[in-house]
């Protein structure tokens, strides 16, 4: 598949699987192959070939929608949103928490591909702040569309490459080596839910203290969905919570009902009372 050909096809994923186009800049290439095997597996010859399937066929629309999903991810992604959450908000958010007599730390990962994400937030919340929280057990949702990728995060283990952000220490105390792999702990298991769960059709009920939806629909989703997708994700956030969005990720332009809650980190506060 040529480069133009590749471009026509991400246009008509956007316009018909409410796609945005922008947001395949870094990686069409990647999409483009991937599309170009999925042809050759069904023996279609053609750029025109395929899109009159895809015109026809809403199964391979779906199959096509799945290619397009591309995930990069790692342990402590953007760091400083996670040492800002670590050292800040999230203590702020447990201490009126613990005020109100609860103990139950509540966090949702929207898009969490193989695990690298909750499994951060699991890390972080038992070495980072279990310690002045003993208290707190953590209840955490973790979502995505692909089923293969949930079997992967089920099984919590990881190249040691994937883990090289972490704080150093808390590889080796929260992880055991089993061959070329790390693999979690029990203990940082304890408290995770994974669903399959596609953003645009389902989300958990909630309410959460924290919500990340990172490099997903503020990324991949035309701006109409990423209304309503932002509209569902500020319903399931308390008062006072957090939601964290992609570090090169920006909100609809006439977002409203949200407020910075670290300088110019990709953290947002609900507008309104606090917790």
């Given at each position: 598949?040529?480069?133009?050909?590749?471009?026509?096809?991400?246009?008509?994923?956007?316009?018909?699987?409410?796609?945005?186009?922008?947001?395949?800049?870094?990686?069409r290439?990647?999409?483009?192959?991937?599309?170009?095997?999925?042809?050759?597996?069904?023996?279609?010859?053609?750029?025109?070939?395929?899109?009159?399937?895809?015109?026809?066929?809403?199964?391979?629309?779906?199959?096509?929608?799945?290619?397009?999903?591309?995930?990069?991810?790692?342990?402590?992604?953007?760091?400083?949103?996670?040492?800002?959450?670590?050292?800040?908000?999230?203590?702020r958010?447990?201490?009126?928490?613990?005020?109100?007599?609860?103990?139950?730390?509540?966090?949702?990962?929207?898009?969490?591909?193989?695990?690298?994400?909750?499994?951060?937030?699991?890390?972080?919340?038992?070495?980072?702040?279990?310690?002045?929280?003993?208290?707190?057990?953590?209840?955490?949702?973790?979502?995505?569309?692909?089923?293969?990728?949930?079997?992967?995060?089920?099984?919590?283990?990881?190249?040691?490459?994937?883990?090289?952000?972490?704080?150093?220490?808390w590889?080796?105390?929260?992880?055991?080596?089993?061959g070329?792999?790390?693999?979690?702990?029990?203990?940082?298991?304890?408290?995770?839910?994974?669903?399959?769960?596609?953003?645009?059709?389902?989300?958990?009920?909630?309410?959460?203290?924290?919500?990340?939806?990172?490099?997903?629909?503020?990324?991949?989703?035309?701006?109409?969905?990423?209304?309503?997708?932002?509209?569902?994700?500020?319903?399931?956030?308390?008062?006072?919570?957090?939601?964290?969005?992609?570090?090169?990720?920006?909100?609809?332009?006439?977002?409203?009902?949200?407020?910075?809650?670290?300088?110019?980190?990709?953290?947002?506060?609900?507008?309104?009372?606090?917790l």
């Open positions: 598949m040529t480069d133009a050909e590749c471009l026509e096809l991400l246009r008509w994923a956007s316009l018909h699987l409410q796609l945005r186009y922008e947001g395949f800049r870094r990686v290439g990647q999409v483009c192959k991937r599309v170009g095997r999925r042809m050759k597996a069904l023996g279609v010859v053609g750029l025109p070939a395929y899109l009159e399937r895809l015109e026809a066929d809403p199964a391979e629309r779906a199959v096509l929608d799945a290619l397009c999903r591309v995930t990069i991810s790692r342990f402590y992604r953007d760091q400083g949103v996670f040492e800002a959450l670590r050292e800040s908000l999230l203590p958010i447990l201490e009126d928490v613990r005020s109100r007599g609860e103990s139950v730390f509540r966090v949702w990962s929207a898009g969490c591909a193989s695990g690298e994400e909750p499994y951060t937030v699991a890390v972080l919340f038992r070495l980072g702040l279990w310690p002045r929280f003993p208290e707190f057990r953590l209840e955490l949702v973790a979502t995505d569309a692909d089923a293969s990728l949930l079997e992967r995060a089920r099984r919590g283990c990881y190249r040691r490459a994937t883990l090289r952000e972490l704080p150093s220490g590889v080796d105390q929260a992880f055991t080596s089993e070329e792999e790390l693999c979690l702990r029990p203990e940082y298991r304890e408290g995770l839910d994974f669903r399959c769960q596609d953003l645009r059709e389902g989300m958990p009920e909630g309410p959460f203290h924290l919500v990340l939806c990172r490099n997903v629909a503020f990324t991949y989703f035309a701006r109409p969905v990423q209304r309503e997708v932002l509209a569902r994700l500020l319903e399931r956030l308390v008062p006072g919570g957090v939601l964290a969005i992609g570090a090169h990720e920006s909100l609809p332009e006439d977002a409203q009902g949200l407020v910075r809650a670290a300088g110019a980190l990709p953290l947002f506060h609900p507008s309104g009372p606090g």
